[in-house]
Antibody
């Protein structure tokens, strides 16, 4: 079945780095835009970054631009999020998500189970 | 950024009640709006796209409406499995943004 599985979360000190991965299965990964969304404890979801199906375009929210980098490996059906210069306010559950259709703007129809990132000294 | 404002923040209702959640966008987003349901410790579950189109497998008691800046999610007859937090999300303009959520509680 269609599935997304995140990995790579953990505890990191402020200023540190982490690389999240999202393994996709059950659909043609190379045909869909993919996204990262995070959710801080007790808060609503927050869209972070997106990448077109072929990796040719990337989009970031302002608060992570220059610190986070989204990438994908269509040969391995994997999405990544490289997070540098982490701050306490980056503490959240990080989800990868697939958009519903082959296009550039649509709802997130499939979500991973999430991976927790805690930034603390 | 486009701000999405949901009301109410919390809704107390009983099984069988008809409930409506409202979502307002700070500028027009056409019909580029989705609704999600989230239960504690779980990822959001996709319910509705294009403001009013029901995702396959979602019970018919869920319906969505609206366009432009005013949207709604209605549950026609609340079931025990529907007690959760609901979020709207616009995907019209980057950065895509979510509402703050509406928690549907048991009365």
């Amino acid at each position: 079945q269609v599935q997304l599985v995140e990995s790579g979360g953990g505890v990191v000190q402020p200023g540190g780095s982490l690389r999240l991965s999202c393994a996709a299965s059950g659909f043609t990964f190379s045909s869909y835009g993919m996204y990262w969304v995070r959710q801080a404890p007790g808060k609503g979801p927050e869209w972070l970054a997106g990448i077109w199906f072929d990796g040719s375009k990337k989009f970031y929210r302002e608060s992570v631009r220059g610190r986070f980098t989204i990438s994908r490996d269509n040969s391995e059906n994997t999405l990544h999020l490289q997070m540098n210069s982490l701050r306490a306010e980056d503490t959240a559950v990080y989800y990868c998500a697939k958009i519903r259709t082959i296009g550039t703007g649509d709802a997130f129809d499939i979500w991973g189970q999430g991976t927790m990132v805690t930034v603390s000294s | 950024d486009i701000q999405m404002t949901q009301s109410p923040s919390t809704l107390s209702a009983s099984v069988g009640d008809r409930v409506t959640i409202t979502c307002r966008a700070s500028q027009s987003i056409s019909s580029n709006l989705a609704w999600y349901q989230q239960k504690p410790g779980k990822a959001p579950k996709f319910l509705i796209y294009k403001a009013s189109s029901l995702e396959s497998g979602v019970p018919l008691r869920f319906s969505g409406g609206g366009s432009g800046t005013e949207f709604s999610l209605t549950i026609s007859s609340l079931q025990p499995d529907d007690f959760a937090t609901y979020y709207c999300q616009q995907y019209d303009t980057y950065p895509w943004t979510f509402g703050q959520g509406t928690k549907v509680e048991i009365k």
